[in-house]
């Protein structure tokens, strides 16, 4: 056997009896077997050497496959370990090819098992170690979700964030160690869950049904001002909606929301795709709170905040593919510092309003090119006993891409 090759066996709650005999046969080769405790103890007899792993994992785990080096290493895994699992954080850090997967069915599988639910139509959200709130980018009516949970608390805790979607009516049924023989299916309505999960592992099928107080969100660009906690400083619908296209997301790239205000810009590019990441950079303690919160609420906590001055607050942050500048235009040396930082290829916007931030934004013109426009929004409002267009303030876009390498 290679022992540069680490095998990874999925393995179900019900334990030996589930696994394939390419599994069983691979778990009989092993000389060191490594696991948490639970899953160690799926595995009958004495043999080989159990390390169960250490707490925090991810420090330690490059240190314990190199004590163990030279070694047949197994490693247990939960249902599939390339979903959610430890094969994927294996694959990261040795490469695909020292790694050799036998996977068992992952627990989403499982559960649509169970309910006749078609696996390619739910929205599969991972709580387990990440907040809750990144449920509220795929609550929407009628949807399917499945939630891993972490812990018997996770049905409460899924119960509460529907409920204060205005999802409140959403029914849910809580799936506990599916596949062993004391597998467990609890059934109920999202607003008025109080029960924890018979056990910690968990998984929660979610079918969205709205309340009267539910206000779905689009996933496009352009949401509503009022969908933003704000104080007056965000780039309004309309004008977000054409930024947005202008920055151009694409998965798994990074954004930098410079001057970011309620963060409107970074959270629409990070509801875009669940691997877009963005940084959202602002000045004001109150703003920089107010975007932690609104990512929150429209579903992407992943948002990074960076509570800071730019251009200071810019440096050590990873180059972005785009940026946009919504704030802090004619501040010295921030959008020269911004572009340098910028990857080939990438796109940076700036949004001016001003004359001063529009002389900015000739001036850089000159010499990196790039387009500008300018958008004018006008809303029809009452005057009088009749109706007229009232203008907002025009705003400026100028959009320039960097060459690629
Ligand atoms: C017009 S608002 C941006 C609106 C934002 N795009 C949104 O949709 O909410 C400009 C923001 O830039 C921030 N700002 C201005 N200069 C800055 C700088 N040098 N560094 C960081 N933030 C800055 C301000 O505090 C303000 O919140």
Redesign the pocket.
Known sequence: MDTRVITVVGIGAEGWDGLTENSREALRAAEVLFGNQRQLDLVPGDEPERVAWPSPLLPELPGLIERYEGRAIVVLASGDPMFHGIGSTLAGLLGPDRIRVLPHPSSPSLACARLGWPLDRVDVVSIVGRPAAALNAVVAPGRRLIVLGAGKEAPIIVGALLAGRGFGPSRMTVLCDLGAVEETVQLGVAEEWTEPAASPLTLIAVECVPGPDAAPLARTPGLPDDA?E?DG????SEV?AVTLSRLAPLPGELLW?????????AIEWARAHPACEAIA????PN?AERISANAAALGVPRVQVVK????D?LDGLPEPDAV?I????T?PG?LEHCWDALKPGGRLVA?A?TLESEAKVAESRRSLGGELIRVGVERAAPLGGFTAWRPAMPVTLWTVRKDPE
């Open positions: 933003f704000h400083q965000i780039t309004k977000r929301d410079v001057g970011a205000g309620s963060g409107s810009v950079i602002e000045n004001s703003r800071g001055e730019a251009p607050a946009f919504g704030g802090g235009l501040a921030l949004n309003v």
